[in-house]
């Protein structure tokens, strides 16, 4: 498929079926009736100021208008997964990229690639979060960043640990926000109730250091006290000798747990993750 330079393409809503439709709906009724005291806060926030509550698959176009006011991001749409330049220059821009398929009833629950369900209901809500919508552009930039020094796939584990797959520790206990989760049925559970995994507080070196599993649940999750913990960390560290240092020591097994760590929950090796 031929993209333009920044490799978006148009939405083309009008091309959805209704089935494409239908499955949207109902991920939409099974994720909204599973998240309340489960998610933080701002994504049901972020639900309500998008009303990603309005059936069908949203329109960007709509979802824009209103995302756009709260925070001066947009969502824009690619053929599929995008160069990690393109994907950096776009977040760094507050452009959020988005796969426009979605999936084919029957892969409720398992995906290889990320359609538009798990992108828009996953990762947009909380791009209505002023402080959210800051950290996603630094990212942006520190990628572009990362990319010249040869350390994408370090800072890639810190998008994975908290953009996907993050906890947050908030005064009424452990809510889930990363994407990965939110969107996923049976991690919304897993991340939260099972005794499977490891809970670690967050510190920016060890997920830099993590490595990670793509084809199941997380063995280790990691929790930040706030957005604005993980803004002012990330955006005032300067990772230059971060990377440096990571180059050097020996990267982490995804189920491991270090002295230094603080554990908020040792993962029960007894109960296995598994889908
Ligand atoms: N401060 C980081 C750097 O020096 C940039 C960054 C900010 C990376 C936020 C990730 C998240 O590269
Ligand atoms: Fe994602």
Do not use: K
């Given at each position: ?157 810190l998008y994975w640990y908290t953009v996907e797959f993050g906890l947050i520790r908030g005064p009424r206990g452990l809510r889930i926000y990363g994407a990965g989760i939110v969107s996923s049925r049976a991690e919304t559970r897993f991340a939260l109730e099972s005794p499977s995994p ?78």
């Amino acid at each position: 498929m031929s993209a333009s330079p920044d490799w978006t393409i148009p939405q083309a809503w009008e091309s959805y079926s209704g089935e494409d439709h239908a499955t949207w709906d109902r991920l939409f009724a099974r994720q909204s009736a599973l998240l309340p005291g489960r998610v933080v806060p701002e994504f049901l926030a972020g639900l309500d100021i998008l009303r990603m509550d309005r059936p069908g698959i949203p329109r960007f176009d709509d979802l824009n208008e209103r995302l756009h006011r709260a925070t001066g991001c947009q969502v824009v749409a690619v053929p599929g997964l995008v160069p990690d330049d393109v994907f950096f220059a776009h977040l760094a821009q507050r452009r959020f990229v988005a796969g426009r398929f979605i999936r084919s009833p029957g892969q409720d629950d398992y995906l290889e690639e990320p359609d538009v369900f798990h992108d828009v209901f996953g990762h947009v809500p909380l791009l209505a979060n002023p402080v959210f919508a800051d950290y996603m552009q630094a990212y942006g930039e520190g990628g572009l960043r990362s990319a010249h020094l040869g350390a994408l796939d370090h800072l890639a584990r810190l998008y994975w640990y908290t953009v996907e797959f993050g906890l947050i520790r908030g005064p009424r206990g452990l809510r889930i926000y990363g994407a990965g989760i939110v969107s996923s049925r049976a991690e919304t559970r897993f991340a939260l109730e099972s005794p499977s995994p490891n809970r670690v507080a967050f510190d920016l070196l060890r997920t830099l250091r993590t490595r990670y599993r793509i084809d199941d649940f997380q063995q280790t999750y990691f929790v930040i006290d706030s957005f604005e913990d993980l803004l002012r960390q990330t955006q005032q560290t300067d990772f230059g000798p971060l990377y440096a240092m990571v180059q050097d020591l020996p990267a982490i097994a995804p189920d491991a747990l270090l002295a230094a760590d603080t554990v908020l929950s040792r993962g029960d090796q007894s109960h296995p993750a598994g889908r």
